[in-house]
């Protein structure tokens, strides 16, 4: 198994995948949450990662015993395996409203449809094992127009989906904050929304207990002091349309 363990206490586990991405493609993580007898796969990813992260995570618990899929958002490296993931388990997938009806376009079969649940705009929670109550917290315009993160009570993990992406270190943990924040800045400049939402989403998390932050690209922030250092980087942020000037509209 290719699997990093994120957190191991009785009854509750959390891995982490990130070598399983084809070096042509851009890297991707997956993680896995098993509570009791039931699991949730976290953003299974494309085509070329599904068979290998099934083998793997039938190492861990049956796939028959994945609960929920949750999908971040809709870009192709959390959704394009949707169909194949839907296919040999039995589970329940998630997505933001906005993207129901994108997902046939990545081959989800009809019959399959009625397994996908659309999450409303103000998230939700989900129950996972029989008691491990995940938050299912908006994370809009950062970067999708319907994007959700996960956040699990037990391990005290936020699973931030392309927030606090990284590309091009050789690392899975940040040790050195201010090193790392050239692998993340020109990614957050460009494909993060704005200012404002960087801010709103600061606010927000800073009212929960965390312990690690595990974005779906690049390296994990781990200890509340890590934590802390990406959540104050990422308020005071400008990106996106903070950028913008009549120059980047101009005729070609």
Known sequence: ??????????????????????????????????????????????????????????????????????????DPDIVASINYWLMTTDATALISKLWIRFLPHFGLDSKLEGRVMPIDDGGTRITLGGDCELKVIPAHFMHSPGNFQIYDPVSKILFSGDLGASLGQDYIFVEDFDAHVKYMEPFHRRYMASGKVLKLWANMVRQLDIETIAPQHGAVFKGKDMVSRFIDWVESLECGVDLLTEKDYTLP
């Open 1 to 74: 198994m290719s699997g990093t363990v994120l957190f191991d206490s009785e009854g509750h586990k959390v891995f982490l995948f990130e070598e399983l991405t084809p070096a042509s493609a851009v890297q991707a993580n997956q993680f896995v949450i098993i509570h009791g007898e039931e699991a949730m796969l976290l953003d299974p990813g494309g085509h070329k990662v599904q068979s290998k992260l099934f083998a793997d995570i039938s190492v861990l618990i049956p796939p028959k015993q994945i609960r929920y899929i949750f999908l971040s958002h809709q």
